[in-house]
């Protein structure tokens, strides 16, 4: 039986996800038509963005529909002179200079706010930053559903969302925008999302997320993300203890409830994550968007790991879903699969 341990990347669909993904294929309606049909897609799609928007509490905010995370996040970086951290998805770095300073827990110097981009959490040690006032934006994707948030309350002016992150379906996102925001549309041609954003909406990826940031919401509010931070924890105690030269990145900093980001200097994280994968477990060696690059993670790099170190790193992300007999299954592979690799290294 497979075990997944990469919610991260990305997370299984919710069954009320699909449900409402299922009713929206009989909405046939495009919601910029102004008959009977083209209401009743509208109708849906408005009820859908005040549930997204309930869900961020960014209540009276803008929210704009997009393809994900990466599409918001060029709206608004594209061709602004906007500082990040190293420590960034390479969604936002591509689009800013990389002059913030960032200490060995990955907890990151922002001195002008208004000129800079800052993540919630990030994706690869789970590291939390407490935003500064004024923010121009912030990538909230791998925070949204995990952590208590809201929009209305982290004093920026932006924030970009995935649905895929939380049970939702992939290609679709959004941008959130404190209200009177003014961006010029990177997608013109026609008036969509107030005028922002041209193309006709799709409303099946939207209805979907809406279904899966309404859950997401309740699941964080029935406290299922401090049972996974315990069986989290008690991972880490128990593979810091077998391998007593592992580190844990940012170990000291508030993280995402449900993330490890483990480092074994000398064995080979995508070594890890082919022997784990093999055992029938899914694990990553990082953000699935750098997965499959031999360079070591500029987030650890950032952190002061040298290459050796930075390249044995793997990312366990897990879900409420997983129970305790997994998470030990998940244990014995794989300091079983440390202990050989000790062995043939003579590692202490």
Known sequence: MRSYLDWNATTPLRPEVKAAMIDAMEISGNPSSVHSEGRAAKMA???AREEIATALGAEGAD?????GTTEAAAMVLAGRQISCAPVEHSAI???CTQDLAVDGQGIVTVPDPSRATLQLANSETGVIQKLPEGLASSDLTQAFGKIPFAFNWLGITAGFVSAHKLGGPKGIGA???RKGTDIEAMLKGGGQEQGRRAGTENLIGIMGF???ATAAQRDLEAGLWDEVAARRDALEARLLD???GAVIAGKD???LPNTTCILTSGWKGETQVMQMDLAGFAISAGSACSSGKVKASGTLQAMGYEDKTAQSAIRISISPALGDDQMNRFADAWESAYGRWRDRNGQA
Do not use: G, Q, Y
């Not at 929210?63 to 393809?67: C, D, G, L, R």
């Open 45 to 47: 799609m408005e009820r």
């Open 175 to 177: 941008l959130i925008l």
């Open 63 to 67: 929210v704009i529909f997009t393809s």
């Open 93 to 95: 770095k591509v689009w």
């Open 253 to 255: 900093s508030r993280r």
């Open 210 to 212: 809406a279904a899966a």
């Open 242 to 244: 077998s391998a007593p």
